[in-house]
Antibody, heavy 127, light 105 residues
């Protein structure tokens, strides 16, 4: 079925960067992509971006271009999300999710959604 | 980027059938529904408008017509009280609706 386990909570100062990891197990890592979604306190879900398992393709969400970097390590089946120039409004819970699409050309025609989710990583940005 | 609009809240009594609407989007891309309980990760409830992943009860169903979609829950139960989000592929990424809080009275 698959499982995603994320790294622990982080507290960062404004202007700093944060890197969150997402360890995949129980499924063929290379057959799926990984999507990152965040949720500010009391707010809804916000799509951040998608990365192929081999890290060769990425799609970044509007508003994150230039600040967001997504990478993968296929040897450890781990995905990473690094967000820079942190601001107070970046305070949120960050989720990784297994994405049915493993190539950009899959979207949207062959897209089946995000069916396995990590437990979330709380990131607090405060001076 | 397209916008998906959901009612902020919905309510029903146990056993009732309720629907949650989701309007907007391109009209040509599929709609997805996610269920989220407070403090937990979202769960895929419906994909490609009306398909249920394994393990999702038949009480949950989805439909789409043009630029509108709906999530229906029949035989409402207290454990269905949660937040529900619709989603669809937008211009260059996934867009989520604002979410609907379902209250079971």
């Amino acid at each position: 079925q698959g499982q995603l386990v994320q790294s622990g909570a982080e507290v960062k100062k404004p202007g700093a960067s944060v890197k969150v990891s997402c360890k995949a197990s129980g499924y063929m890592f290379n057959s799926y992509g990984v999507t990152w979604v965040r949720q500010a306190p009391g707010q809804g879900l916000e799509w951040m971006g998608w990365i192929s398992a081999d890290g060769g393709d990425t799609i970044y969400g509007q508003g994150f271009q230039g600040r967001l970097s997504m990478t993968t390590d296929t040897s450890t089946t781990t995905a990473y999300m690094e967000l820079g120039s942190l601001r107070s409004d970046d305070t949120a819970v960050y989720f990784c999710a297994r994405d049915s699409c493993h190539t950009p050309s899959c979207f949207p025609t062959y897209y089946f959604g995000m069916d396995v989710w990590g437990q979330g990583t709380a990131v607090t940005v405060s001076s | 980027q397209s916008v998906l609009t959901q009612p902020p809240s919905a309510s029903g009594t146990p056993g009732q059938r309720i629907t949650i609407s989701c309007s907007g989007g391109s009209g040509s891309n599929h709609v997805y529904w996610y269920q989220q309980f407070p403090g937990t990760a979202p769960r895929l409830l419906i994909y490609r408008n009306n398909r249920r992943p394994s393990g999702v009860p038949e009480r949950f169903s989805g439909s789409r017509s043009g630029t509108s979609a709906s999530l229906a829950i029949s035989g409402l139960r207290s454990e269905d009280e949660a937040h529900y989000y619709c989603a669809a592929w937008g211009d260059s990424g996934v867009i989520f609706g604002g979410g609907t809080t379902l209250i079971v009275l």
